[in-house]
């Protein structure tokens, strides 16, 4: 029972990137936000986020997310990177969307969903690793939808965040805390985002 409950929570969750995408631009945020928190209550995921773990959880995403940023803003003089980026097709408010719906409606949604509510499923059902390769090849699948829709490659998309799932859950594991995934999720989407908007400005 245990495992179905995780399998279907998995599948569920890859069902909700395509109709997400669907929800008006107003909504999506709340709504993403709303379902994660929503997931850890029902999940009774551990968070991590009282001390002494919190302060272990950010003293470990705080060091990875700045190599992480610095690393991004790094490929920016790339050029075929510079090209990707400069043709980009933003929000149409870049102040939300750096403000709320990156750290809001896809940060905390995300970690909320994976690191914490599928994690705590998955391991009760699989063990650890076995939880731990279900959330990242999930977290993999629900970017499908988003690579169909920026026009990128799907597989590489799949492989990248299936990846970037498994660090994440590393993290948490190494931790013991949902802030660490939290600043580095952060710090990579907003230094992606940051790094896009400059490039598109310099090109005006």
């Keep these: 029972m245990t495992r179905l409950r995780a399998l279907s929570l998995a599948a569920a969750l890859v069902y909700w990137s395509f109709v997400?995408?669907?929800l008006p631009a107003?909504?999506?945020?709340?709504?993403q936000a709303g379902l994660g928190a929503?997931?850890?209550?029902?999940?009774?995921?551990?968070?991590?986020?009282?001390?002494p773990r919190l302060w272990a959880g950010l003293r470990l995403g705080s060091a990875?997310?700045?190599l992480a940023a610095t690393a991004i803003a790094a490929t920016t003089t790339v050029a075929p990177v510079r090209r990707s980026m400069s043709?980009?097709?933003?929000?149409?408010?870049?102040?939300?969307?750096?403000?709320l719906g990156i750290p809001v409606g896809t940060v905390w949604a995300e970690e909320a969903a994976f690191r914490a509510a599928?994690?705590?499923a998955g391991c009760a059902a699989f063990g650890a690793k076995g939880g731990l390769v279900l959330q990242a090849s999930t977290f993999g699948l629900f970017h499908i939808a988003d690579a169909r829709a920026t026009g990128q490659p799907l597989v590489g998309?799949?492989?990248?965040?299936?990846?970037?799932?498994?660090l994440f859950g590393w993290l948490t594991e190494r931790s013991g805390?949902?802030?660490?995934?939290?600043?580095?999720?952060?710090?990579?989407?907003?230094?992606?985002?940051?790094?896009?908007?400059?490039v598109q400005r310099r090109s005006l």
């Design 20 to 22: 997400s995408s669907r």
């Design 26 to 31: 107003a909504w999506r945020t709340p709504v």
């Design 38 to 51: 929503l997931l850890v209550l029902v999940s009774r995921a551990p968070m991590g986020l009282c001390p």
């Design 64 to 66: 990875a997310g700045a």
């Design 87 to 99: 043709v980009r097709e933003l929000p149409a408010s870049v102040r939300y969307w750096v403000l």
């Design 118 to 120: 599928l994690a705590t």
């Design 157 to 166: 998309t799949v492989m990248v965040t299936g990846v970037a799932g498994a």
């Design 177 to 198: 805390s949902l802030a660490a995934p939290l600043l580095v999720h952060l710090a990579i989407n907003e230094a992606g985002a940051v790094a896009a908007v400059a």
